[in-house]
């Protein structure tokens, strides 16, 4: 019985291609206790493979969070056997703003301690114990109240390319870093002001608000659904839009755009850009800000070493990396030295100043 992807993505690139099918990109998270996650993980494969869902699929003992892509026409299909799934029944799905047919070209249904890495003794709070959700239009009332704190709970490569006004984005490469400087920074204000979170989907906020509130956090928020939940709204109820740029995805997309405003810049010449790249040299694939001018220049890549190693015939490219590993610049999302124009905070907050954002 086949239990794992068996095509690489250019064969299901061309499959999904020959198909000639439209295909929808969703995601859904859902906190809940398994008692055997490899057995679940084990069932979702079967069943999900057989409906061409592409994507990745984290299950552990907490839950499940879920990033993926399928036939739209087996929707239905889908949405029946997730409410088959007593925990997952009329679960809020997330729909992608925007479609792309090779969001996904696997499918990766893996075991975890945890569907969000959060660096906690889960133990020591109650993760279903959250926050307040919010719709869109009770989010935009409290982010304009004097009392409300808003907080980015993302990573600092994501926010840098869209964010909401006025919100505090911690300089954090993973969400981990991110809870322990929040609490810090605001912990004169667990009584008197309120504190709204939001994230891409929500799946971080779940857990935030969560363990705010067990740190003694009286008024903690969430925006419901997230960023993509919030633009569904959006759209469909003509309500004000306090979202600026894009939103960072994690799939083949890398971002969709919310607004029109261009909020990041090119991290090699400076200049307005929001669209990351991952460095074309195989060896790097540094994740960074690339303008398109860079990108012909630079031919996909993040420094003159990289674009030279690329220019090399593949098979002295891959001499080259025998056993070096991974540069380490993989891992640091934008933050490479080399890069003159990297995001760099010097605070532990920056908060946006929407008066100097034109666009």
């Not at 690139?13 to 996650?37: C, H, M, V, W």
């Not at 981990?176 to 204000?189: F, G, M, Q, T, V």
């Not at 993040?302 to 674009?307: E, I, L, N, P």
């Amino acid at each position: 019985m086949q239990l794992y992807n068996k095509l690489s993505a250019k064969e299901r690139a061309e499959l999904i291609e020959k198909a000639g099918k439209d295909r929808l990109t969703l995601s859904f998270y859902q906190y809940a206790k398994i008692e055997n996650p490899h057995t679940f993980r084990d069932q979702l494969f079967i069943a999900w493979d057989a409906l061409d869902v592409l994507g990745r699929i984290y299950v552990a003992h907490e839950g499940i969070n879920a990033q993926l892509s399928l036939p739209a026409d087996r929707f239905n299909a889908f949405k029946t056997h997730l409410d088959s799934i007593s925990f997952l029944k009329d679960i809020r799905l997330n729909i992608a703003v925007e479609q792309d047919n090779m969001s996904f070209l696997k499918l990766k249904v893996k075991v975890r301690d945890k569907i969000v890495a959060d660096g906690l003794n889960d133990n020591t709070f109650d993760v279903t114990n959250k926050g307040r959700h919010v719709d869109a239009v009770q989010f935009n009332e409290l982010i304009e109240d004097e009392n409300t704190i808003l907080v980015d709970m993302r990573n600092h490569y994501e926010s840098e390319i869209g964010h909401f006004k006025n919100a505090r984005r911690p300089d954090v490469d993973t969400f981990r870093e991110s809870l322990p400087i929040i609490e810090n920074d605001l912990k004169a204000h667990k009584d008197d002001k309120k504190l709204v979170m939001y994230c891409t989907g929500g799946i971080r906020c779940e857990k935030a608000s969560a363990y705010f509130k067990h740190k003694g956090f009286k008024n903690v928020f969430q925006l419901e659904g997230g960023i993509i939940e919030y633009t569904r709204q959006v759209n469909e109820s003509k309500i004000e839009n306090n979202f600026l740029g894009k939103n960072f995805v994690f799939d083949e997309r890398r971002s969709e755009r919310i607004t029109d405003d261009v909020i990041a810049c090119c991290h090699q010449c400076g200049e307005p850009a929001d669209t990351h790249e991952n460095c074309a040299n195989d060896a790097c694939h540094l994740l960074f800000i690339q303008c398109e001018k860079c990108k012909a220049e630079m031919d996909g890549c993040c420094s003159t070493t990289c674009k030279e190693i690329h220019s090399l015939p593949y098979e002295e490219q891959k001499a080259l990396r025998k056993g070096q590993g991974n540069s380490n610049d993989i891992f640091k999302k934008g933050r490479a030295d080399h890069l003159p124009y990297k995001k760099d905070l010097r605070n532990i907050f920056e908060t946006l100043n929407t008066d100097s954002i034109k666009g």
